[in-house]
C-alpha cells in the first residue's frame, strides 16, 4: 500500500466517523424538541379530550408560616495548605495614649535597671555615711567610759604583784599599768593617765585577737605566734610593730579610753619591763 492509499483510507474513516457524529447530535435534538404528549397513548388523550370546557376549581391550600430553623452545622474538613501557599502576615499598628497603653516591656526593665541602679547607689551612701560618722556615745569609735579611775587601778594588780590586765569590750581594750618612765616615741601623745594605758585587742600582723598569758605575763596570739610583754612592748613572732594603743585620760574621776583614733608605734629597741616571767601559753619563743 502507497502513501497515497493510507491517506485516502484515512480521510475515508474521518468521513464516515464525523457522518455517524452528525447524525447522533441531529437525533438528540430532535428527541428534544417532541411534544409533552407525544409519550401518552390515544385512549388517555381521547380521555383528555373530554374534559374540554369543565372548569375545574382549585383545591384551596393552607398555608403554613415556615418555621425558621436552625441552620445545621456543616463541619467542612480543612484541606492542608500546600507549599506552593504563601500566607501573607499583615500588622495593624494602632496608636494609643499612655494612659491606655500602660508600661511596655522595655520601659519595665529601664525602670527596674535604674531603680536597682539607685537602691544601690543609696545603701552604699548609707553604708558610707554610717563608717565615716564619728558616733556620739557608747561603743568603739567613742569615748568609752571604764570605770572609776580608783577600780581601775585597783584591778589591774594583784595582792602578789602580777599584772591582771582589765579588759574592756566597748572598747576592744586592754586596761595595764603604764610604765614608771615613758619611752620617748610615747611622749606628747596621751596614752597614760593616772599609771594606767590602754592596748588594742588586735595583733598588728593579721588582726587576731590577742589573749593574755598570766604565767609568762604578756599578750601571745595563737594564731601564729607574735609575742608581746604586759605594756604591748614586741618581743616575738612575725608582727612588725608593738600592739597598737589608744589615747586615755581621766574626766571627773573615770577612766575615759578613746577609741576614735588607734596609735601605732614601731618594735621597741629594748623591753621596758622584764618578759617573759613565766612560760608561754602557745609554746617556746
Same mark, same amino acid.
Given at each position: 500500500?502507497?502513501?497515497?492509499?493510507?491517506?485516502?483510507?484515512?480521510?475515508?474513516?474521518?468521513?464516515?466517523?464525523?457522518?455517524?457524529?452528525? *447524525?447522533?447530535?441531529? &437525533?438528540?435534538?430532535?428527541?428534544?424538541?417532541?411534544?409533552?404528549?407525544?409519550?401518552?397513548?390515544?385512549? $388517555?388523550?381521547?380521555?383528555?379530550?373530554?374534559?374540554?370546557?369543565?372548569?375545574?376549581?382549585?383545591?384551596?391550600?393552607? $398555608?403554613?408560616?415556615?418555621?425558621?430553623?436552625?441552620?445545621? /452545622?456543616?463541619?467542612?474538613?480543612?484541606?492542608?495548605?500546600?507549599?506552593? /501557599?504563601?500566607?501573607?502576615? $499583615?500588622?495593624?499598628?494602632?496608636?494609643?495614649?499612655?494612659?491606655?497603653?500602660?508600661?511596655?516591656?522595655?520601659? *519595665?526593665?529601664?525602670?527596674?535597671?535604674?531603680?536597682? +541602679?539607685?537602691?544601690?547607689?543609696?545603701?552604699?551612701?548609707?553604708? &558610707?555615711?554610717?563608717?565615716?560618722?564619728?558616733?556620739?556615745?557608747?561603743?568603739?569609735?567613742?569615748?568609752?567610759?571604764?570605770?572609776? /579611775?580608783?577600780?581601775?587601778?585597783?584591778?589591774?594588780?594583784?595582792?602578789?604583784?602580777?599584772?591582771?590586765?582589765?579588759? /574592756?569590750?566597748?572598747?576592744?581594750?586592754?586596761?595595764?599599768?603604764?610604765?614608771?618612765?615613758?619611752?620617748?616615741?610615747?611622749?606628747?601623745?596621751?596614752?597614760?593617765?593616772?599609771?594606767?594605758? @590602754?592596748?588594742?585587742?588586735?595583733?598588728?600582723?593579721?588582726?587576731?585577737?590577742?589573749?593574755?598569758?598570766?604565767?609568762?605575763?604578756?599578750?601571745?596570739?595563737?594564731?601564729?605566734?607574735?609575742?608581746?610583754?604586759?605594756?604591748?612592748? &614586741? +618581743?616575738?613572732?612575725?608582727?612588725?610593730?608593738?600592739?597598737?594603743? *589608744?589615747?586615755?585620760?581621766?574626766?571627773?574621776?573615770? *577612766?575615759?579610753?578613746?577609741?576614735?583614733?588607734?596609735?601605732?608605734?614601731?618594735?621597741?629597741?629594748?623591753?621596758?619591763?622584764?618578759?617573759?616571767?613565766?612560760?608561754?601559753?602557745?609554746?617556746? @619563743?
Amino acid at each position: 500500500m502507497s502513501f497515497t492509499d493510507a491517506v485516502l483510507i484515512g480521510v475515508a474513516i474521518f468521513a464516515i466517523l464525523g457522518a455517524i457524529g452528525a *447524525f447522533t447530535i441531529a &437525533y438528540r435534538r430532535s428527541e428534544k424538541a417532541k411534544p409533552a404528549d407525544s409519550g401518552l397513548s390515544a385512549e $388517555t388523550l381521547s380521555a383528555d379530550r373530554s374534559m374540554e370546557g369543565v372548569r375545574v376549581e382549585p383545591i384551596p391550600t393552607v $398555608t403554613e408560616e415556615p418555621v425558621e430553623e436552625e441552620p445545621e /452545622v456543616v463541619e467542612e474538613e480543612l484541606e492542608p495548605v500546600g507549599s506552593a /501557599v504563601a500566607v501573607v502576615e $499583615t500588622q495593624r499598628v494602632v496608636e494609643v495614649t499612655v494612659e491606655e497603653g500602660g508600661v511596655s516591656r522595655r520601659q *519595665f526593665f529601664n525602670r527596674a535597671i535604674a531603680g536597682t +541602679f539607685f537602691a544601690f547607689l543609696g545603701m552604699q551612701g548609707v553604708y &558610707y555615711l554610717a563608717f565615716f560618722w564619728p558616733k556620739l556615745s557608747g561603743g568603739f569609735g567613742t569615748d568609752v567610759d571604764a570605770g572609776a /579611775v580608783g577600780d581601775v587601778q585597783g584591778s589591774v594588780i594583784s595582792a602578789d604583784g602580777s599584772v591582771v590586765p582589765l579588759f /574592756v569590750p566597748e572598747a576592744k581594750a586592754y586596761v595595764v599599768p603604764a610604765p614608771p618612765n615613758e619611752s620617748d616615741q610615747f611622749e606628747g601623745r596621751s596614752v597614760q593617765a593616772a599609771g594606767l594605758q @590602754a592596748l588594742f585587742q588586735r595583733c598588728v600582723h593579721l588582726g587576731c585577737r590577742v589573749p593574755w598569758c598570766g604565767p609568762s605575763q604578756g599578750f601571745e596570739c595563737p594564731c601564729h605566734g607574735s609575742k608581746y610583754s604586759y605594756l604591748g612592748e &614586741y +618581743f616575738a613572732g612575725p608582727a612588725p610593730r608593738n600592739l597598737d594603743r *589608744f589615747q586615755v585620760e581621766v574626766r571627773n574621776g573615770r *577612766f575615759i579610753i578613746v577609741t576614735g583614733s588607734v596609735l601605732e608605734t614601731p618594735r621597741a629597741p629594748s623591753l621596758s619591763v622584764n618578759y617573759p616571767q613565766g612560760p608561754s601559753c602557745i609554746g617556746a @619563743a
